[in-house]
């Protein structure tokens, strides 16, 4: 690894020795060759080492054939598919892990990440900084509740844990080698890669862009699974929801025990009979629904736990260009 940094500034002199490009794809045939072309054409323009790696999740389209395709007609281009899908993010870690590249940029196969700005964030990683991420200044193509909903997780989860998530992110981000190497470290099931990258730590920066529309095809999420996203990552980042659930119980009893206070008082005092069943069918409801919610949160811990107890591997390799992989796995 040729790493000529200058000790002043920490600043790198020359730009990286290799680059790989992870691209984790599912149902993505009309956008493959596109994003490869778009991409190539950018990374040649940087050194003659790079790569493609493109992780087929268990599509159920053309995506495998066509990556097959690309990876005989293009020495550059590998691909990985899973024996089925496994998820976004199982999928974008076995790219990075199986990246070679001095540095590695993790992208969607959408093209809603325009892989131009790989350029500017060689120049930022240039300038000393271990992981560029692409902050989205502006998002073709998405509605006002999914931008501002996105908006409200980052603020929820930064609240929540420690270090804080930069807003407005996606998974579209340069990462150095020994930013990786420290990701890799990281073997847990339940995960949220960019949690993880933002993490491990080293130096960190932003660059803004406009977000495009997706190319071909429609978006894998929606709104189900994106709030499991969602939970997935606060529970994996914080433990603030088991505080929380200590503290409500906590004013909840306190409550509980002065509205007693109260009712004795005024049945010794005023002589006022204890009034109706509204009072207690709403203490009842209130408690019950406290109840569950809190249950809940404990419950997507104890999931967790027994996820994490199984040990299973994030992903199982069916194909790959890369027979060192097969080896491996
Ligand atoms: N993806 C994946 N496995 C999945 C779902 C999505 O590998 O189970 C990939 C998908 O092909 C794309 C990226 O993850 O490259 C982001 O997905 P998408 O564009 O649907 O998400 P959005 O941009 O709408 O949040
Ligand atoms: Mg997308």
């Known amino acids: 690894m040729s790493e000529y940094l200058n000790r002043n500034n920490g600043s790198r002199l020359s730009g990286p020795e290799s680059v790989s490009v992870v691209v984790p794809c599912y149902n993505e045939s009309g956008n493959i060759q596109s994003l490869c072309e778009r991409t190539l054409a950018i990374l040649k323009t940087i050194t003659d080492k790079y790569e493609i790696i493109l992780v087929n999740d268990g599509s159920s389209d053309s995506t495998l054939d066509t990556m097959i395709l690309m ?6 281009i590998e691909f990985i598919s899973f024996s089925r899908n496994f998820g976004h993010e199982a999928a974008s870690t076995a790219g ?27 120049e930022k990683w240039k300038e000393g900084n271990d992981i560029v991420y692409a902050v989205r200044k502006s998002r073709e193509g998405e509605s006002i509740y999914k931008k501002l909903t996105s908006h409200a997780f980052y603020k929820v989860i930064n609240s929540l844990s420690k270090p804080p998530l ?9 990462i150095d080698r020994k930013a990786l190497d420290a990701f890799k470290k990281c073997r847990e099931v339940c995960r949220f890669v960019r949690g993880l990258s933002t993490w491990v730590g080293f130096k960190q920066t932003g660059i803004l862009y406009d977000r495009e529309k997706r190319h071909k095809g429609k978006s894998k999420y929606n709104y189900i699974k994106l709030s499991v996203l969602a939970i997935e990552a606060i529970s994996s980042f914080s433990l ?17 025990l002065l509205l007693a206070i109260v009712i004795i008082l005024q049945k010794l005092f005023i002589g006022n009979p204890v009034q109706g069943y509204v009072l ?3 203490t009842v409801l209130f408690m019950g629904s406290m ?22 591997p994030l992903y199982i390799v069916e194909k790959t260009s890369k027979s060192s992989l097969i080896q491996d796995k």
């Open 166 to 174: 930069p807003v407005d992110t996606g998974d579209y981000r340069l």
């Open 240 to 256: 603030a929801p088991l505080r929380f659930s200590l503290i409500l119980g906590g004013i909840g009893i306190v409550f509980a």
């Open 280 to 282: 207690l069918m709403l």
């Open 96 to 122: 990075l892990e199986a990246s070679t590249g001095e540095v590695t940029v993790l992208i969607d196969a959408d093209l809603q990440d325009p892989p131009e700005l790989i350029r500017d964030m060689i």
């Open 291 to 312: 109840n569950i919610l809190l249950l809940g949160f404990v419950a997507e811990y104890v999931g967790k736990i027994f996820l994490e107890t199984q040990k299973r």
């Open 71 to 76: 990876s005989e007609s293009e020495k550059n």
